[in-house]
T-cell receptor
Framework: GDSVTQMEGPVTLSEEAFLTINCTYT??????LFWYVQYPGEGLQLLLK?????DKGSNKGFEATYRKETTSFHLEKGSVQVSDSAVYFC???????????FGGGTRLMVKP | KAGVTQTPRYLIKTRGQQVTLSCSPI?????VSWYQQTPGQGLQFLFE???????NKGNFPGRFSGRQFSNSRSEMNVSTLELGDSALYLC?????????????FGEGSRLTVL
């Protein structure tokens, strides 16, 4: 079946540091890929998405590129802020409706 | 525009009891999905409803059930509660069923089973 693997956290960075959170997937066909973010005490929010190979999703300074050859969708941000502290989830939708397969989540902690 | 509303936010039950959780989607959204979030298993899909019909179901026992009403509000029910059912239950709504992955999540209902 489909699966998503993320790097384990927590990831601790200083403000303005560069962020990479790795995400790889296993799926048949051509899934759509997503990053969701969960701030403390809140539900998940869609951060960005990409629907086909080589697409780059971007939002709020975050970027991720759909790499079919490496089955990856790594999340990057050039300069993190304390307010980016949250749990980040990589997910895929393999044309199965709104039935997303999520990775385990990566907690990011940004220190001033 | 109001977001996805889930009630109750917190509840405590004992083994063997049953529980009903409610979800009101964003106005105009007709698809409602439910997910279970636990530290051990992460986020797992429970089921999705669209126009009062269950479209997809995850790999959960029959104790987990749900329904959707004509106003798109949804409920999920867990019968004969087990300790392992303790989790954050998240509801998500979407404009339409299928293939967008653009879900809007509520804050969840945190269930503790003693």
């Amino acid at each position: 079946g489909d699966s998503v693997t993320q790097m384990e956290g927590p990831v601790t960075l200083s403000e303005e540091a560069f962020l990479t959170i790795n995400c790889t997937y296993t799926a048949t066909g051509y899934p759509s890929l997503f990053w969701y973010v969960q701030y403390p005490g809140e539900g998940l929010q869609l951060l960005l998405k990409a629907t086909k190979a080589d697409d780059k999703g971007s939002n709020k300074g975050f970027e991720a590129t759909y790499r079919k050859e490496t089955t990856s969708f790594h999340l990057e941000k050039g300069s993190v802020q304390v307010s980016d502290s949250a749990v980040y989830f990589c997910a895929l939708d393999n044309n199965a409706g709104n039935m997303l397969t999520f990775g385990g989540g990566t907690r990011l902690m940004v220190k001033p | 525009k109001a977001g996805v509303t889930q009630t109750p936010r917190y509840l405590i039950k004992t083994r063997g009891q049953q529980v009903t959780l409610s979800c009101s989607p964003i106005s105009g959204h007709r698809s409602v999905s439910w997910y279970q979030q636990t530290p051990g298993q992460g986020l797992q899909f429970l089921f999705e409803y669209f126009s009062e019909t269950q479209r997809n179901k995850g790999n959960f026992p029959g104790r987990f059930s749900g329904r959707q009403f004509s106003n798109s509000r949804s409920e999920m029910n867990v019968s004969t509660l087990e300790l392992g059912d303790s989790a954050l239950y998240l509801c998500a709504s979407s404009l339409k069923a299928g293939n967008t992955g653009e879900l809007f999540f509520g804050e969840g209902s945190r269930l503790t089973v003693l």
